[in-house]
């Protein structure tokens, strides 16, 4: 138990760390595309204007709940905004000490899995079951908003990319602490 709950506290920290790397650096900006600094004050103002007595929210840009709506979001441009009343300074160690916790307890959680169903695996092979559901996973949370939400292409799969390397990096840690599989009988084929 003490092993299991070692390595999901190291796969969470391994987790945070290329959570970091990829958003708490330049490198987040890769995923993003810059409308400038007067197009983006220009909008900030109209967002504060028109979103601003709604609250934060996620709202889609036109509304397409009425016939207007639906016409005007047919005909484009579309935005879903992502809308936060207050703003917060980059970083934000809120995020950062919250994105931690949330990283530990979800390799707290594949820890668990792990030491159920690789039991009698070895690393490699426990670091491939990881990076296979962390494919299968996020592939479909991720790449799917491009295809049922026509978002942004190139945002999403900078998003995908980061989160298998990160479920990966937590998988290794994690893998590595298990107790270790048997050793396999002199001669016996290694799968």
């Known amino acids: 138990m ?10 969470g920290v391994a987790m945070w760390i290329v959570g970091f790397i990829f958003w708490g650096t330049p490198l987040s900006m890769l995923a993003t ?11 900030q103002s109209v967002l504060a204007q028109h979103l601003g007595p709604n609250g934060t929210g996620a709202y889609p840009i036109p509304w397409p709940g009425t016939p207007l709506g639906t016409q005007a979001y047919g005909e484009g441009p579309i935005a879903l905004v992502l809308f936060n009343t207050n703003g917060y300074a980059l970083p934000d160690t809120g995020s950062l000490v919250g994105g931690l916790i949330l990283s530990v307890v979800c390799a707290l959680v594949l820890a668990f899995a792990l030491a159920r169903v690789t039991g009698g695996m070895r690393f490699a092979q426990r670091l491939t079951a990881v990076g296979l559901f962390a494919v299968a996973i996020t592939a479909y949370s991720q790449l799917g908003q491009p ?9 999403f799969v900078y998003l995908w990319i980061s989160e298998i390397a990160g479920w990966l990096a937590a ?18 084929p290694l799968e």
């Open 2 to 11: 003490t092993r299991i709950l070692l390595g999901g506290l190291l796969g």
């Open 33 to 43: 595309s810059n409308a400038g600094d007067s197009a983006s004050v220009a909008i």
């Open 147 to 155: 295809i049922f939400n026509h978002a942004p292409t190139g945002y």
């Open 171 to 188: 998988g290794a840690a994690i893998a590595w602490m298990l107790p270790k599989a048997p050793a396999a009988p002199a001669g016996a």
